[in-house]
């Protein structure tokens, strides 16, 4: 059962823009660092997920190398929200994003909450 209410997905074509949010309740955004990992067409196992992008409880970040310098991820407090602008957008980039939030800041992938997942498809 999804957690994290995301939102934000749809169709661009290569070179466009999008941006992700999500939500979540409070008892999680106050204890987690949050991030954003994506699962390719074809691919179904969570495992296959792969991180994307993270911001700490401190705002600090991190980036995958496919992904720098075109995507920004970003923390509102106020509104426990992150979101995720992706820019420059390339088909390879199509896949589902799911919004995450880890209480030990580690992304190894157990003991996360997830989002349900919004699909971004980049055409040619």
């Known amino acids: 059962q999804a957690q994290l209410a995301e939102s934000g997905g749809g169709s661009v074509r290569a070179g466009g823009s999008l941006r992700l949010s999500c939500t979540a309740p409070?008892?999680?955004?106050?204890?987690?660092?949050m991030g954003w990992y994506r699962q390719p067409p074809g691919t179904e196992h969570p495992l296959e997920r792969t991180?994307?992008?993270?911001?700490?409880?401190?705002?600090?970040?991190t980036y995958a190398d496919f992904v720098k310098g075109r995507f920004t991820i970003a923390r509102d407090n106020d509104h426990r929200t992150v979101s995720l602008q992706m820019n420059n957008l390339q088909t390879d980039d199509t896949a589902v994003y799911y919004c995450?939030?880890?209480?030990?800041?580690?992304?190894?992938?157990?003991?996360?909450?997830w989002g349900q997942g919004t699909q971004v498809t980049v055409s040619s």
């Open positions: 995450a939030a880890d209480p030990a800041d580690q992304w190894t992938g157990w003991g996360l909450a």
């Open positions: 409070e008892h999680i955004f106050s204890l987690c660092a």
């Open positions: 991180l994307v992008a993270t911001v700490s409880e401190d705002g600090a970040t």
